[in-house]
């Protein structure tokens, strides 16, 4: 066999930056070069094309735009790692919008706006625990079960505001959550702080690995990853500040990404969502307690719901009977799945979702531009998601042939 | 070593039954595996291989009969309970993840970590490292490569150095050979040598004659749910192991193992 040729050479040979990535193709991951490479097309031209595409003014809105669909997108890449689906998100994401309105009616009754979405978030939570259940436990196929999801918060949403038809949000904080624009100082304070949680942690793996005397692999690539964040954080405030400033919602986006790579790929729990999604029979022998990871994926999915419910409501300043519906679903899945994150469970990373999301924003901002129908924007997405899946499939059979 | 450590079974079973309805699965079995030697385990499909592995690995418990390990009687109620005894079984179909690395595969579900469960990725890969060079384990050219990129006789040497990584002291081995080619069979067979020079306990099931008479010291016959004989190696042949698979040992008192051939017609 060929694979035996190769396992001949000697043993634990630093390998080249080359025959890793060689190795990682042939295992099935590409990481985000074939999105970033997109998007950089994407970009170019759309700034030929389009007048207005490269301003200030347009970068701040397409952030605004693809914040509620991020926040949701993350929830995805997690149900998708352990390679399940979650129809119900966007519903669940109207039932939390529906949650802060109702609660901060100025009505006598009402509470602050961050209690509100405190409550609402755990709700969503909950609706995650519920549903997660069923598959964790009794084995439902979770596109059942989240499409019964579907329906019944649907129902939910219409229901509860049938009477009022729309509720308008006046409470500051929630809206604030989708429109508030850091000052300029605030805004570099902001990029200080993240990047210095970025390379500190960076930092710090190289000292543990340093300590245990085990190699660092790449740190060149590394280092220049790491520059290259640094670049894009100080141009995105730069460009920012020429604008209204940095928006809350931007925050908002690289703090959730941050603590939930950090959940994903430095702790256990996360450890066992990837071999769940990986071989769920192996983690199951291992003792993995995999219908407890099951259930908190599912949670995660409803959080990250909440949340991102909680910005769309805040930027419409109110829910109505149309709350979570159009094509957030759609839009959210399509983000993780346009990122890299597998269909099939098991390969995929948070970052994925704020690439694929920053893909269908700019898209669907550049053709407005330019104009054009909702129709060409459909179709457009449409094909780069049947691109996206195809890849997958291909490095999925890739994977398979590669071991034997 | 091997001598010395033979005198006391590590592991012994005594009159080992279990049924699955009206199905008598195993009945009557005795059995024995002793520390820094190879045991086989052979017979035809349905003999009762796999339920007898399964009730000392604990996903199932025998109807009656004893289980004697390290000369205490033992109660094995799940594969927590079988780990905590130091018995790791590696499973034919392999239990690795495909998609994870050779060091994240080592510690599945058992993953290093501190007060905030977040992983220590450098230790877990230092003593990867170390498992790998003391198994000798030296076809893999990273540990940081995912499984899946790895042929089938390195996976299944991940399969195994991940059984013996938890200072375990009896490794079953269900089928390793089963989908490998000639040269990868040979390097698990090596491997399974190894470990009984360091010491272990090995119970070692297959279907090929040619493999256990490779490795094993000793071969206990299973048919039909009963164990029918136990075999030296070095004072048997192939032909006499498979007419026992077959046929059985028409005049062997059946369940009684014995270290010396003394029970097989002469």
Known sequence: MSTDATAASPEMEPQSLFGRALDNIRGGTLGSWPVLIGL??????????????????NFSNIITQ????????????????????????????????????????????????????LLAVAVCALIGAFQGSFVAFIGVPAFVVTLAGYQIWQGVIQKSIEAEGVIVIQDKTINNSANYFFSERAGWIIAAVVLGIYVASLVSTFVSHRRHGVAVRDPGLIVAKAVAV???????????NRDRGVPFVLLLMIASLLVLTFVAKRTTFGRHVYAVGGNAEAARRAGINVARVRIIVFMISGVMSGLGGIVLAGRLNSVDLNAGGGTLLIDAIAAAVIGGTSLFGGR???????????????????????????????????GILLFAVTLDTILRRRQRAAGR | MTTASASTP?????????SFGSVQALSEVDFEARAGEV????????????????????????????VIFDGN???????????????????QDLALCDNLDVVQNMYLGREAHDVLHRLKEPVMEAKTAETMKSLAVTTIRSIRQPVATLSGGQRQSVAVARAVMWNSRLVILDEPTAALGVAQTQQVLELVERLAHQGLAVVLISHNLHDIFAVADRITVLRLGRSIAVYERDKTTQQEVVQAITAGVPTKVSGIPSTDPEPEPA
Not at chain 1, 68 to 93: H, K, N, P, Q, R
């Open chain 2, 10 to 18: 590590l592991l012994e079973l005594h009159g080992i039954s279990k």
């Open chain 1, 230 to 240: 640094i670049v894009v954080a100080i141009v995105v405030v730069v460009i920012s």
């Open chain 2, 73 to 91: 009687e033992v109660h094995i109620h799940g594969p927590k309970d079988a780990a905590k005894l130091g018995i790791e079984v590696v499973y």
């Open chain 1, 66 to 117: 693809m914040a509620g669909v991020t926040l949701l997108a993350y929830g995805v890449v997690f149900v998708l790692l352990i390679g399940e689906i979650d129809l119900s998100i966007s519903y669940i994401s109207g039932i939390a919008g529906v949650i802060v309105a109702k609660l901060t009616v100025p009505d006598g009754n009402e509470v602050a706006g961050i209690v509100a979405i």
């Open chain 1, 40 to 57: 950089t097309l994407i970009v170019i031209f759309f700034s030929f094309k389009a007048d207005n595409f490269l301003s200030p003014g």
């Open chain 2, 39 to 66: 045991m086989a385990l052979v017979g035809d499909n349905g003999a009762g291989k796999s339920t007898l592995i399964k009730c000392v690995a604990g996903t199932h418990s025998p109807d009656s009969g004893q």
């Open chain 1, 348 to 382: 995929g990373e948070v970052r994925d979702a704020l690439f694929g999301a920053l893909v269908i924003a700019t898209i669907a901002n550049g053709l407005n531009t330019l104009n054009l129908t909702q129709g060409v924007i459909f179709i457009t997405t449409g």
